[in-house]
């Protein structure tokens, strides 16, 4: 199924000469794959991908797809990503690779925002899939921060907060270098909007997992087969 939503994504939204913004994620591999077959091909040219991890950037480069940076290219016509989970309004929950602040600065760069997604991800409302909401935080007094972080009244009694680790005491470190706290809901978030700008005002809160009104339009594969869903569907 996230092979089918991503390669649909390629071959229905991307041209030669686009300026792309390519995602990190098993379903965004998939997209970042089938990009590398056509330039191959030859059917696709001209095009050049800004990727929004390492991971992603090994393997754009192992299907010859060319690659820049924002600095180099501050302006993209196409972002293709996956998501964690897609509320009915087409708000996200993203970053459980860890790679939150390279996406949403690649795709708040792009002029379309398309996300590939598997039926599993679609939620009522953010946080019921009762997987982690990333936030990237500094190293720096990372405990410090995380209590600020669970101390939101936003939050109070909704969720809990752990840091991420590969190990037990071996933590989780981002391309960036920094951490990564993980929030778990236990209900769906009451104010999804609130609680970004809260979190995003905490010092020591590098960026967060909650992608608001970015989205243009979301493929979903499902047992019953491939649809796109924009934002007035």
């Known amino acids: 199924l996230k092979r089918q939503a991503g390669y649909r994504a390629v071959e229905e939204h991307v041209r030669s000469g686009m300026r792309l913004g390519l995602g990190t994620g098993s379903t965004a591999s998939h997209a ?16 050049v991908g800004v990727p929004t991890s390492e991971k992603t950037a090994e393997l754009a480069r192992r299907w010859g797809v060319p690659l820049a940076t924002l600095d180099e290219v501050p302006e993209l ?12 309004r087409l708000n996200l929950v993203k970053g459980r690779g860890g790679a939150l602040l390279r996406e949403k600065m690649v795709e708040k760069a792009a002029r379309r925002f398309v996300v590939i997604v598997d039926e599993s991800k679609l939620v009522t409302g953010l946080g019921l899939s009762f997987g982690a909401m990333p936030v990237e935080v500094t190293t720096f007094c990372w405990r410090h921060t995380m209590a600020a972080i669970a101390s939101l009244p936003s939050l109070e009694g ?65 047992a019953g087969g491939v649809y796109e869903r924009g934002q007035a569907s």
């Not at 970042?32 to 095009?47: A, D, F, K, T, W």
């Not at 196409?78 to 009915?88: F, H, K, N, W």
């Not at 929030?183 to 769906?188: D, G, I, Q, V």
């Open 77 to 88: 016509d196409l972002a293709i990503d996956g998501a964690d989970e897609v509320d009915p």
């Open 158 to 222: 909704k969720c809990t907060a752990k840091r991420r680790e590969t190990a037990p005491g071996k933590p989780f470190v981002t391309d960036n270098g920094n951490y990564i706290v993980d929030l778990y809901f236990t209900e769906a978030m009451d104010d999804p909007a609130q609680l970004a700008e809260d979190l995003i005002h905490i010092v020591g809160v590098v960026e967060h997992g909650l992608f608001l009104g970015m989205a243009d339009s979301v493929i979903v594969a499902s």
């Open 32 to 47: 970042v794959v089938r990009l590398g077959q056509l330039v191959q091909s030859g059917e696709i040219e001209g095009v």
